[in-house]
């Protein structure tokens, strides 16, 4: 069983920027993939990026060259660097992980004000 814990949702204006932390229960090198999904109300989840466990990553195209995929081994935490914020980047953002089943966080709100 695998446990993840999001940090570091919050307010923020356009143009700001705020860094999602996913710590997990697990070694986070064990992990195949990790990710970061999103839901604004009324949609469906969508992928936003996802890490391998050797290092690839993968965005969203709305979300390229403004947010950040890493990880800190150490730490077996997982980052999402949000850079030049948009209102339509407003959802909750929950962390993915797999490994022998698909793990979820409980999400944290992001809220960006025009």
């Known amino acids: 069983q695998v446990q993840l814990v999001e940090s570091g949702g919050g307010l923020v204006q356009a143009g700001g920027s705020l860094r999602l932390s996913c710590a997990t229960s697990g070694r986070i090198i064990s992990m195949n993939v990790m990710g970061w999904y999103r839901q604004a109300p009324g949609k469906q989840r969508e992928l936003v990026a996802s890490?391998?466990?050797?290092?690839?990553?993968t965005y969203r195209d709305s979300v390229k060259g403004r947010f950040t995929i890493s990880r800190d081994n150490a730490k077996n935490t997982l980052y999402l660097q949000m850079n030049s914020l948009k209102p339509e980047d407003t959802a909750v953002y929950y962390c993915?992980?797999?490994?022998?089943?698909?793990?979820w966080g409980q999400g944290t709100q992001v809220t960006v004000s025009s």
């Open positions: 993915y992980a797999q490994r022998l089943g698909d793990y």
């Open positions: 890490l391998s466990s050797g290092g690839s990553t």
